[in-house]
């Protein structure tokens, strides 16, 4: 059995044995359903366009779930919106589960992002650095 199949075999199993399958299967409904264009004529840079938060968007190449397809689609509307928008695309053979395994290329994306946020952040006495800067 090839090593990917082994891994989704085992993760299968243990996922089996500590969550419902009634749960999953609704929760997967409402993935598969949830459209946040629907209320603005499919128009998703209509519908975030009043965002006003910084985002970060990973993919990873072989997740279906979440494919990267869609995750450039979300960029392109927050660009469109002249919105604060980071996005990194990682190889990586795990497809859904990628985001749960230690990657180094992924944990350095989010450390990189928490670290320009925390430089952005004033400190508590009103300095510009951020939290725990010297």
Same mark, same amino acid.
């Given at each position: 059995m090839?090593a990917?199949?082994?891994?989704l075999r085992y993760q299968g +199993?243990?996922?089996s044995?500590y969550f +419902?399958?009634?749960?999953? /299967?609704?929760?997967?409904r409402?993935?598969?359903y949830f459209d946040?264009? =629907?209320r603005? +004529?499919?128009? /998703?840079?209509?519908?975030l366009?009043a965002?006003?938060?910084k985002? /970060?968007? #990973?993919?990873?190449t072989?997740?279906?779930?979440?494919?990267p397809? !869609?995750?450039?689609?979300? #960029?392109?509307?927050? /660009?469109?919106n002249? =919105?604060?928008?980071s996005y990194?695309?990682?190889d990586? @053979?795990? *497809?859904h +589960?990628?985001?749960?395994?230690?990657d180094? !290329?992924y944990m350095? #994306?989010?450390?990189?992002?928490f670290n !320009?946020i925390a430089?952005?952040? @004033?400190? @508590?006495? *009103?300095?510009?650095?951020g939290w725990?800067?010297a």
């Open positions: 090839p990917t199949e082994s891994y +199993d243990k996922f044995e +419902d399958a009634n749960t999953y /299967l609704l929760i997967t409402a993935l598969d946040p264009a =629907r603005h +004529d499919g128009n /998703l840079a209509k519908a366009a965002a006003t938060a985002f /970060l968007l #990973v993919s990873f072989t997740d279906w779930r979440f494919a397809r !869609r995750s450039r689609e979300i #960029v392109k509307a927050l /660009l469109d002249r =919105r604060d928008v990194a695309e990682i990586a @053979p795990h *497809g +589960d990628a985001f749960l395994l230690e180094a !290329r350095g #994306v989010v450390r990189s992002y !320009r430089s952005e952040t @004033p400190s @508590p006495s *009103g300095g510009g650095q725990g800067q």
